[in-house]
């Protein structure tokens, strides 16, 4: 079993900057991705935010066009996303989302981009 928690979120203006955490806890393997999805309205399910794996490969969702960086800590198990020039479309619940053998998933925090 893993655990997730999940910090940061809130409220920023438009263009502003919010940075994300997440730490697993529990039995983790030595090779692993980690990662956060996010739930915008009017857009169905959750859908890639970034990811980064044990090899320190990582991707981004084709919505971020530079502007969010994702990086790890692996001593501690630790996943930071530091978004930049956010957008009113990125309101919506961000989901730190971890992979092995099987996925788990964070409950969520409450992004939003607003006056």
């Known amino acids: 079993q893993v655990h997730l928690v999940e910090s940061g979120g809130g409220l920023v203006q438009p263009v502003g900057s919010l940075r994300l955490s997440c730490a697993a806890s529990?039995?983790?393997?030595?090779?692993?991705?980690m990662g956060w999805y996010r739930q915008v309205p009017d857009n169905g399910g959750r859908e890639l935010v970034s990811?980064?794996?044990?090899?320190?490969?990582?991707q981004y969702g084709d919505f971020v066009n530079g502007r969010f960086v994702i990086t790890r800590d692996g001593a501690k198990t630790t996943v930071d996303l530091q978004m930049n020039n956010l957008e009113p479309e990125g309101t919506g619940v961000y989901y730190c989302?971890?992979?092995?053998?099987?996925?788990?998933w964070g409950q969520g925090t409450q992004v939003t981009v607003s006056k």
């Open positions: 990811w980064i794996n044990t090899d320190n490969n990582m």
């Open positions: 529990g039995a983790i393997s030595l090779v692993y991705r």
């Open positions: 989302h971890f992979r092995h053998w099987r996925e788990y």
